[in-house]
């Protein structure tokens, strides 16, 4: 399974982003993708995960509410789209596949990663 990032890039704070992961093939309906993110000098952290169902999402405290995380079956395609951007939203971020849902916030259990984007907010 291959995944392709697209859509980083630099906004000011307060803007949006969407990114967008291709993905080459779909895994089970229950299991997760994923977005995962990792600033300089930081370990890569869960971002946001959904299953490919759409039954089910969660999110980090840290963007509940300013990120939402869906996907386009008919495309093959996971988007994050990020408002509300903060400085502290910079980080290289990292599409993932593969996991069981019950363990969709652990990055050690995601056999499928993208190379990464990155996004860069301005304050």
């Known amino acids: 399974v291959q995944l392709a990032e697209s859509g980083g890039g630099l906004v000011q704070a307060g803007g949006s982003l969407r990114l967008s992961c291709a993905v080459s093939?779909?895994?089970?309906?229950?299991?997760?993708m994923a977005w995962f993110r990792q600033a300089p000098g930081k370990e890569r952290e869960f971002v946001a995960g959904?299953?490919?169902?759409?039954?089910?999402?969660d999110y980090a405290d840290s963007v509940k509410g300013r990120f939402t995380i869906s996907r386009d079956i008919a495309k093959n395609t996971v988007y994050l789209q990020m408002n509300s951007l903060k400085p502290e939203d910079t980080a290289d971020y990292y599409c993932?596949?593969?996991?069981?849902?019950?363990?969709?916030?652990?990055?050690?259990?995601?056999?499928?990663w993208g190379q990464g984007t990155q996004v860069t907010v301005s304050s």
């Open positions: 093939k779909r895994t089970f309906s229950s299991y997760a």
């Open positions: 959904i299953t490919w169902s759409g039954g089910r999402t």
């Open positions: 993932a596949g593969g996991a069981p849902w019950i363990r969709a916030r652990l990055q050690q259990q995601y056999p499928d």
